[in-house]
């Protein structure tokens, strides 16, 4: 049987594996917690504040974030990607933290370590590039930044409580607007 891509391969979370999409919403949702801190924005994104950025599994989508961002944008950054992503995310001399398919999975040390990473670097922004995953959504509200941007459906609400859809403006030009770099 193929491994959860949600849970470490435990008894404890055998059964989760067959959950549907909306349960494992509810699941999540419960672990990570329901509540959410007040934010002003787009006035939170000022001054560069400490910024937690999920990159997508998508390289070129990744890429097309890193490369538009100027280098000043990642100094009170951490940068949460997945660990074939390091050359790309070493060109901008980021701090980052890097996992694996199989260590981002809820019950896994090295998720416990991410998520103990994630919290002791304090952001108070979190940005979402990447698509639906419960366990990196679950690690963005767990972050304990109370704004988190994402460029997903809706639905991640209350994981992401501010849902960006750009027209024709890429995910990083309409960052670069609010945090005012160039």
């Given at each position: 049987m193929k491994p959860s891509p949600y849970f470490a391969s435990r008894l404890r979370y055998f059964f989760k594996?067959?959950?549907?999409?909306e349960k494992l919403y509810r699941w999540f949702l419960k672990q990570a917690g329901e509540e959410s801190g007040e934010f002003d924005f787009p006035a939170s994104l000022q001054g560069n504040p400490k910024t937690l950025i999920f990159l997508a599994h998508d390289l070129d989508k990744s890429a097309a974030f890193m490369h538009a961002m100027?280098?000043?944008?990642?100094?009170?950054a951490l940068i949460c990607a997945h660990e074939s992503q390091q050359v790309l995310v070493s060109a901008k001399h980021a701090k980052?933290?890097?996992y694996s398919d199989?260590?981002?999975?809820?019950?896994?040390?090295?998720?416990?370590?991410?998520?103990?990473?994630?919290?002791?670097?304090g952001p108070t922004v979190c940005i979402y590039l990447g698509e639906v995953f419960w366990p990196t959504l679950y690690l963005a509200k767990t972050s304990n930044a109370n704004c988190?941007?994402?460029?997903?459906?809706?639905?991640?609400?209350p994981f992401l409580n501010v849902c960006l859809r750009p027209n024709k403006m890429s995910e990083a030009a309409l960052i670069s607007q609010y945090y005012g770099v160039k």
């Open positions: 594996r067959f959950y549907s999409p100027p280098e000043s944008f990642f100094k009170n980052a933290i890097y199989l260590e981002c999975r809820f019950g896994e040390a090295a998720f416990e370590e991410l998520q103990y990473q994630i919290k002791d670097f988190r941007i994402g460029f997903t459906e809706e639905h991640c609400f």
